[in-house]
């Protein structure tokens, strides 16, 4: 029974991991080096294999931008509005435009963390 309900949790936080990675528009990779642990970890988080501990959980949550219990809730994160938007931006594009657009946001966005990690606000 203790099992089941592991699996299920796993299989749970899993998913919502990978769909605030998604949303964050974060590789497994990128999520790995950012909450320093192996590329196969964050892919075993994401099918279930396994549970992070709580502190990594923890680490999860600020790296995703949203809060524990928003990981381990039943319901798969609510995409955010500007996903929203380059859905229907991208929508009429042929999957290999598609590719394309997703990956020029790639770019920027990886361009973006470098800047902001060399020059960051002081608050």
Do not use: W
Request: charged share 25%; with cysteine; aromatic share 4%.
């Amino acid at each position: 029974m203790v099992k089941k309900y592991h699996s299920a949790l796993a299989l749970r936080l899993g998913r919502n991991i990978a769909a605030f990675r998604r949303s964050a528009a974060l590789k497994q990779e990128q999520l790995a080096e950012l909450i320093e642990v192996e590329i196969s970890t964050v892919s075993r988080y994401e099918t279930g294999a396994t549970l992070p501990s709580l502190v990594t959980l923890a680490n999860l949550a600020k790296v995703l931008h949203c809060t524990m219990a928003e990981l381990l809730a039943e319901k798969t994160p609510a995409h955010s509005p500007e996903a929203i938007r380059i859905e229907a931006v991208i929508e009429p594009l042929l999957p290999a435009e598609r590719k394309m657009v997703i990956d020029v946001i790639e770019t920027m966005v990886g361009f973006l963390r470098q800047q902001k990690a060399m020059h960051p606000r002081k608050h």
